[in-house]
């Protein structure tokens, strides 16, 4: 299914189930008592749990995808993605939280086309039962409980001020020369917090806030979260206002507020 046409509905319903598959592994591993965790080179922590989500994913992806390719956090990326669609993986995205039990953390399913373009992507965090899923053309859409029960269509909010905004993000960390000028605009706005991971750009397609930013990150970061937002109404670009989530960083708003907000920490 690499050449031709894509039918993403099949698409976005296996990412569904692949959510599936990586719901039932991480809860179970969640506060466990004999959870391993392990130091990568960057000094950042992975699990067993981070491991065996991704280890499912590939293995269901490999039997339904053959052709695809497959880019992941734990076990790494082809030489050469070109001419394919290829998956992108972050099997638990707030490894930190999720190893002291803090129930903010999700796997992000993203399916990029070989244009580079995002066109389906999955949320899926189940300790706060909640998940989010679009692909392109198909509008966004969030679950509200486990059950299924309660799915509606999400839109980003309509506020066009940057003075009345609800800004998120994850730290101060990463920042260089634009932290000063982030630190100042902060005082200059309506409301900040501190959501941080994938929860900031998720509030953002719902509406619950205006703009999220992160100045740091990695494609399986960003990959899903980059369809959900886009196809909420929102935009999403790295902080230089270049689209898509092959970047290096992370700006979603709800559109109104981009062009301000990039002005403002970059001039």
Excluded: C
């Amino acid at each position: 299914m690499s050449t031709g046409v894509r039918d993403l509905n099949s698409d976005l319903d296996l990412a569904l189930r692949l959510a599936d598959i990586s719901d039932e592994i991480s809860l179970k591993r969640y506060q466990a008592l004999d959870l391993v965790i392990e130091t990568k080179p960057d000094l950042s922590p992975v699990t067993d749990a981070d491991k065996a989500v991704e280890s499912a994913i590939r293995n269901e992806l490999t039997k339904s995808r053959p052709e695809d390719l497959v880019v992941g956090e734990e076990f790494g990326r082809p030489d050469s993605l070109a001419g394919k669609y290829y998956w992108v993986i972050d099997p638990i995205d707030g490894t930190k939280n999720y190893l002291r039990g803090v129930p903010t953390w999700a796997t992000l399913i993203g399916l990029i086309n070989p244009d580079g373009k995002v066109v389906a992507g999955v949320v899926s965090a189940p300790a706060l039962s909640r998940r989010w899923w679009a692909a392109d053309g198909f509008g966004a859409k969030t679950l509200f409980n486990s059950d299924k029960s309660e799915i509606k269509t999400i839109k980003v909010s309509k506020v066009a001020k940057l003075s009345d905004s609800s800004i998120s993000y994850s730290d101060l960390l990463g920042w260089g020369d634009r932290r000063s000028k982030f630190v100042a605009l902060q005082e200059k706005i309506w409301r900040t917090r501190g959501h941080g991971d994938f929860w900031s750009h998720m509030l953002v397609a719902e509406g619950a806030v205006d703009l999220a930013v992160e100045p740091t990150l990695a494609l399986w970061d960003m990959a899903a979260l980059d369809v959900i937002v886009r196809e909420a109404g929102g935009k999403f670009t790295n902080i230089n206002g270049e689209d898509g989530p092959h970047g290096g960083s992370a700006i979603s708003s709800n559109g109104l507020l981009h062009s301000d907000f990039i002005k403002a920490i970059n001039e």
